[in-house]
């Protein structure tokens, strides 16, 4: 029987350019986090998720690692509510303004907080937690494989034995991811908690289907200074409900529950975020 030629099937052998953490993701990690006062505006009436974070920190009651705590928007109030907080951040206003926050508060309040400036794919404690929590969307400045498989090998390192990792991440929608990156999202003028001044605002959306990173551009005008005008970039990596849950089990963590939108409820195809209890698989790590 004569030998059947097979054609070489092309491979392609690099995708590494496409995967790769660049300077516009680092710009889109820092550059809303630059005005603690306009992010504590643009944030105050968000209570859903503040509220799940305090029942649950009171459920079990344990010293409590938050990574990306900024600000302290949840931080502070559980440190108000009797709980033990170690606050990790990479951004210095936060931070700052987290410290200023504190020398007001009541002492008790003040030593319950310890905070640490760094990288949360870096940053490493002697002892491991029994909570450790990463809040609003902080999961979603990992935008390539190894900034996940470093910060969890972080979290695993800090995660008690039967402790839980908590972690909320927007769900990823696809009729947003389908928006045009030349249309502006416009919303009224309004007073710039941070400049003080009226401001034109707008928003652009760009999403790169290949990194499954969304680039969002704010866009300030000052009314009274048309010439006064900046753009503040922000980069979400957007983690799909069954890429997140095989991260974690491949990392060492295994899901025990998921909440929507900050309740108790089941989970259903609408809903916005999603809350990821994991645990340990197998015992802590080293
Ligand atoms: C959306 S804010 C959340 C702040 C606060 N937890 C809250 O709920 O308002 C995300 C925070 O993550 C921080 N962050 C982003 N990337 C980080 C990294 N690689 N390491 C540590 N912190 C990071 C930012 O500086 C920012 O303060």
């Known amino acids: 029987m004569k030998p059947v030629r097979v054609k070489p099937v092309r491979t392609v052998t690099s995708l590494a350019f496409a995967f790769e953490r660049t300077a516009v993701h680092e710009r889109g990690s820092d550059s809303h986090y630059e005005d603690p006062s306009y992010y504590a505006a643009t944030y105050a009436d968000r209570t ?8 649950l920190a ?14 302290g928007r949840i931080a ?6 009797g709980v033990r907080v170690t606050g990790v951040d990479r951004s210095r206003p936060m931070l700052d303004d987290l410290r200023r926050q504190l020398r007001r508060a009541p002492a008790g309040v003040r030593e319950r907080v310890r905070l640490r400036q760094g990288d949360m794919r870096a940053v490493r404690f ?10 609003f969307n902080t999961f979603l400045h990992l935008y390539t494989r190894a900034d996940v498989e470093r910060y969890l090998a972080r979290v695993t390192s800090h995660l008690a034995r039967g402790g839980k990792f908590v972690v909320d991440v927007s769900v990823p929608s696809a009729a947003e991811l389908a928006r045009s990156p030349s249309r502006t999202y416009r919303v009224r003028p309004f007073r710039h908690a941070g400049t003080g001044e009226v401001v034109r605002y707008g928003e652009r959306f ?18 009274d200074r048309p010439r006064h005008k900046w753009v503040t970039p ?3 990596r957007q983690f799909f409900p069954q890429e997140l849950e095989a991260l974690f089990h491949y990392n060492g963590l295994t899901v025990v529950d998921v909440h929507p939108d900050f309740t108790r409820e089941p989970v259903t195809p609408d809903a916005r975020t999603l809350v990821y209890h994991a645990k340990l698989r197998g015992g802590p790590r080293r």
């Open 48 to 55: 859903a998720d503040l509220d799940y974070y305090l029942g």
């Open 58 to 71: 009171c459920e079990v009651d344990v010293p409590v690692l938050e990574y990306g705590c900024g600000n």
């Open 76 to 81: 502070l109030p559980l440190a108000h509510a």
């Open 126 to 135: 002697r002892e491991r937690f029994g909570l450790v929590l990463c809040t």
């Open 206 to 223: 760009d999403y790169d289907p290949m990194t499954q990173v969304l680039k969002v551009d704010m866009m300030f005008e000052s009314r």
């Open 234 to 236: 922000l980069c979400h």
